[in-house]
């Protein structure tokens, strides 16, 4: 099993920055794939960034140049940091885990089914 607990969501004025962080537990093999996820009112869940054991990562273009996503194996966290915030980015913002599947993490990251583990959000709200 593998345990995920988010934090470090908010309110901020658009421009502004947030991180977030997720703490991972259980069983490693189980999370070689790591993932944000965020989802707004009446809207599907769209995939924001992932990031493989190897500290390889990979971004929406929708976020790309905003958003970064890290590791800190040591402190078995992942992190989100969102710079130049904006209205649209408001959501509630979900960590995900999975594993390899043919030895890649990247292949169809965006895609909720991809991932067994889910956390229980922490909400990023924007203001213009």
């Known amino acids: 099993q593998v345990q995920l607990v988010e934090s470090g969501g908010g309110s901020v004025q658009a421009g502004g920055s947030l991180r977030l962080s997720c703490l991972a537990s259980g069983n490693t093999y189980r999370r070689k794939c790591m993932a944000w996820f965020r989802q707004a009112p009446g809207k599907e869940r769209e995939g924001v960034a992932a990031?493989?054991?190897?500290?390889?990562?990979i971004e929406a273009d929708s976020v790309k140049g905003r958003f970064t996503i890290s590791q800190d194996n040591a402190k078995n966290t992942v992190y989100l940091q969102m710079n130049s915030l904006k209205p649209e980015d408001t959501a509630m913002y979900y960590c995900a885990a999975g594993e390899r599947h043919g030895g890649n993490c990247f292949s169809g990251w965006g895609s909720i089914v991809r991932y067994n583990y889910w956390g229980q959000g922490t909400q990023v709200t924007v203001s213009s």
């Open positions: 990031v493989n054991d190897f500290g390889q990562t």
